[in-house]
């Protein structure tokens, strides 16, 4: 044997990330061995997040439970399993000898620590693995060495000892050494050129390629370049939206850039399981170019979709484009760090704590260019809304809804009579005030509800003539109107108009006040509560279908002005009207009494319309129940009658 001062002899300093991947890679082997993998409770639990985060949400079968919250919480125990792997490893791996020395005989692999010679065999030796930080050696008995590149003059020794190893053990490397990976801070005039190249990049990245690590040109202004593009970006599409006359939201910048600090400590994070923590700059980079390849084209398709039949898929196609760069982003790290296959599972977590944290900030919703407030026009559109922030309004609201209802007269016995609430939701737009007021008057005038109806109405320049539309007010005039009509042989007309949302909630929205949510199921159970049996109700919202089947009973006819999957169209500040609204109230109504046969003029008249102008078919929805009919009759003819 020659003396360790031989040339023949090459000192080895492991380093801690080193001896943690050793025993990591042992780890792994053993599991191949025992056909153990404890490893796969570890997307187990990140499932099963996803899955409760699903079934407790607002549309799953427990309603009010924070499903976010649940899935953070699921993460967070995948994220603590996965740490507590990673300190039963480190403590292995501090038993581990971080300098040794070895030479290659013709027997085998003499190694020479502290405690003295081992002689290992050739034939002891399992499988070779290579990386950028050098070669991973596997013994017999599940155990490893790894001789970092950094123990030899230059790539052309590292390369001609691992021969020499292939050759002897008669192994072959599972990988070539793959080409270092070059880290210039500075590139001068090239900068462009680099960008273009960290675009190609992005490119080979967002397709899985295995050229993509190789293409990059990595340093710390190429970073900054592209997080400037994909604000350039991003300001190119609130401008397409809101348009020129819009202005700069400085405010905005502190939210977009938050992005990039996620980014920079996910990649940190998950670097701990790489021996190559140098290539962190790598890995921000990976993940910006990534990002922005796949989010260009996506915010281009979002801009020129959006007022088309095709905009009900763009939900869809957001969660989409959310799981793939999410995929995206795990393999770039993968192959950016070089992890090894038992610490994959870190970027897994650290790119799901990324989406998450980005996703609860509602980081994406910041705008750089938002509609201008500061003109004659919109200052007034602004100013509005000081009427609702007077302290006067909190003293004037009870005194208001309390009014309201001492107006409603009782009902007649033997007279069947039609009792109106009708209800705007959404403050920020006046088509709901003056849709709501129209009907008022229409009902008065068609249906002779004078001292039978009600207003509730979310609007800032009515704050101190109406009572507003909370759920409490809602209840109130409920259960009011409950208790004065003859139960048996009254009608309750009640429509509600504002904006809905695919979960199928009815937006009461008054700032900057807060009301309680308005849900089918909630309505319901008001309705209920106030025992009023017959029941006629229109609900016009996008989404509004959603309320058919929770309302639908025999003694309730219910309108909604578009299906559950679908949006209704028209409402804009300006209109008077929204398209149902229009069609129903003021051209179907105004020429018949009976409400049925409103609907199905006014479902023709909205169907040409939205074809007119090249919008999908909202569909509304009715459902008619049996008991109800023949008030509805009697209702239609003394509607006719004038009486």
Known sequence: MSDTTSPDWIRIENNSAERLQLVGACTVRLQ?????????????????????????????????????????????????????????????????????????????????????????????????????????????????????????????????WLRSV???????????????????????????????????????????????????????????????????IGLGYDLHMVGFDGRLNAYALPYQSFSVLCVLLCAWAVSNCSTLQGRIPAAVLALLASGLVIQAPILLAFALLQSTPAAQYLEALNGIVLLWMALVSIVALVRTLELPADQRMGAVLGVSFMYVVALSLNLGQARLWVPDYSGQENANATNRWEAATDEGVLYAQPALLERALAAIRPGRAGVPELYLLALGGYGAQDVFRREVESVEALFAERFNTQGR?????????????????????????????????????????????????????????????????????????????????????????????????????????????????????????????????????????????SFTAAFEQARQSVARREKEEGLEASEPQISVGAAIQPLLNTLEKTGARGL
């Not at 040794?100 to 002689?119: K, M, N, P, R």
């Open 32 to 160: 191949r061995t025992t056909r153990s993998r404890p490893w796969v409770l570890l997307p187990v639990w990140l499932a099963l997040g996803l899955f409760l985060g699903w079934l407790f949400d607002e549309e799953g079968l427990l309603a009010g439970v924070n499903g976010q919250a649940l899935a953070i919480f699921a993460l967070l125990i995948c994220g603590l399993q996965f740490l507590v792997m990673r300190l039963q490893m480190k403590r292995l791996a501090a038993d581990l000898p971080a300098t040794f020395s070895l030479a290659l005989e013709e027997e085998g692999v003499v190694i020479d620590t502290q405690l003295g010679y081992s002689h290992i065999p050739w034939s002891a030796l399992q499988g070779i693995e290579c990386n950028s930080g050098g070669a991973l050696i596997y013994q017999k008995g599940c155990r490893a060495f790894f001789v970092p590149r950094r123990s030899f003059a230059d790539d052309a020794d590292f390369s001609a």
């Open 453 to 593: 109806s009600v207003v509730l109405l979310n609007n800032p320049a009515t704050v101190q003539e109406r009572p507003v539309a909370s759920t409490i007010a809602l209840q109130r005039a409920l259960s009011d109107i409950g208790r004065k009509m003859n139960r048996e042989e009254d009608v309750l007309f009640l429509f509600m108009t504002s904006h809905g949302a695919a979960d199928h909630h009815f937006s009461l929205d008054l700032w900057p006040f807060r009301f309680g949510e308005l849900t089918p199921q909630s309505l319901r159970a008001a309705l209920d509560e106030a025992g009023i049996q017959n029941r006629v109700i229109v609900v016009s919202a996008c989404y509004s279908g959603g309320f058919v089947e929770p309302l639908q009973d025999a003694h309730t006819l219910v309108m909604t002005a578009s299906r559950a999957d679908r949006n209704s169209h028209g409402c804009s500040h300006a209109a008077d009207w929204t398209f149902f609204g229009k069609a129903y109230f003021d051209e179907a109504l105004r020429q018949s009494h």
């Open 166 to 232: 292939e050759s002897c053990s008669g192994l072959k490397a599972s990988a070539s050494p793959p080409l270092p990976l070059s880290l210039p801070e500075k590139r001068g005039l090239r900068a462009l050129e680099d960008l273009a190249q960290n675009l190609k990049a992005g490119f080979l990245f967002a397709f899985f390629h295995s050229e993509a690590v190789a293409t990059l040109r990595v340093s710390i202004l190429q970073i900054v370049l592209l997080q400037v593009l994909g604000l350039l």
